[in-house]
């Protein structure tokens, strides 16, 4: 068994999914963001100092919206996180990212976006 599969977390799911792509996310990315959330939050909250973006001084929807926007919008922090969960998977894994490349990214930066809005927006 290769031993990135050994430290992730499990994690189950109320409902079957039908498609690939919904099997890689709830097998694979959920996991992965599970297992990396809080160098996800850390290094989020390190681009928001960084940048000088008085995040903790917003509103709650202008939190949220810059989560959205910078996730969105820049590509560094983007590839940064994005490679902080793609070095999680396993060969195999790789490959199925590779070959719906263009889905799972939609589908990483989704669940990304809502993971840190759940966790950074605070009522101000």
């Known amino acids: 068994m290769d ?3 050994r430290i992730r977390p499990t994690i189950t799911t109320a409902y079957s999914a039908e ?5 890689f996310q709830n097998n694979t990315l959920r996991p992965v963001l599970k297992l990396q959330n809080d160098l996800l939050v850390n290094m989020y909250q390190h681009y928001m100092k960084k940048r ?3 995040f903790a001084s917003m509103q709650r929807e202008q939190q949220r919206t810059q989560i959205s926007n910078s996730i969105s919008k820049d590509n560094r922090l983007r590839g940064l996180l994005f490679g902080m969960i793609i070095g999680h ?17 939609r589908r990483i930066t989704s669940m ?4 840190l809005q759940d966790q950074l927006v605070f009522d101000v």
Do not use: C
């Open 89 to 105: 998977f396993t060969t195999e894994e790789l490959q199925t990212y590779l070959e719906a490349e263009s889905e799972m990214n």
């Open 19 to 23: 498609k690939e792509a919904e099997v």
């Open 52 to 54: 000088k973006i008085p």
């Open 3 to 5: 031993p990135r599969l």
């Open 112 to 115: 990304l976006i809502q993971r």
